[in-house]
């Protein structure tokens, strides 16, 4: 016996092709089920965009690069796996002043990228619980993603 994959979170999708394919009128004959190919081209796309597609402006192209680096980490140094090395003290010294450095410059009108992601970094390298620490590096990504964005955003 093969094991079958776990498509429980295809379920929605599956839904909406079997609503579209039981709805859809198919006629005999040359051509006849091209109303039901596009009916369901459309409701699959749809949905895609609804549901797979990142909501917030730019994100996809950015997921899409991510994703490319991921691959070419992997081509190289293959699947990794390491100690967090995180939650020293000197770490959550390190936070507490960054974090300091960045709330001053705040205050003076002088926020920068540079502080944003270092506080979140050292926020993140400062975290020893496992739940809170994955927290602060997504917390890290999207702060990488809204920077990348500005970037792009940018007139040359």
């Not at 796996?81 to 001053?104: F, L, M, S, Y």
């Not at 270092?118 to 975290?127: D, K, L, M, P």
């Not at 496992?130 to 040359?156: F, G, H």
Request: glycine share 8%; with cysteine; proline share 4%.
């Amino acid at each position: 016996m093969t094991d079958q994959p776990d498509l429980t979170e295809l379920r929605p999708l599956a839904r909406v092709i079997n609503e579209t394919v039981h709805t859809t009128p198919v006629r005999l004959g040359a051509g006849g089920t091209d109303d039901l190919i596009s009916q369901l081209t459309v409701k699959v796309a749809a949905y895609i965009g609804h549901e797979v597609i990142p909501a917030t402006d730019g994100m996809g192209v950015f997921v899409c690069e991510v994703d490319a680096e991921r691959q070419r980490q992997l081509k190289k140094f293959g699947d990794q796996r390491h100690p967090d090395g995180t939650g020293d003290q000197r770490w959550r010294d390190v936070a507490n002043h960054i974090r300091g450095e960045v709330d001053d410059a705040a205050r003076l009108g002088r926020t920068t990228w540079n502080g944003i992601l270092r506080e979140e970094v050292f926020e993140a390298i400062a975290e020893s619980d496992p739940v809170k620490l994955r927290a602060e590096l997504l917390q890290v990504a999207a702060v990488c993603a809204a920077w990348v964005s500005d970037i792009d955003r940018r007139t040359p």
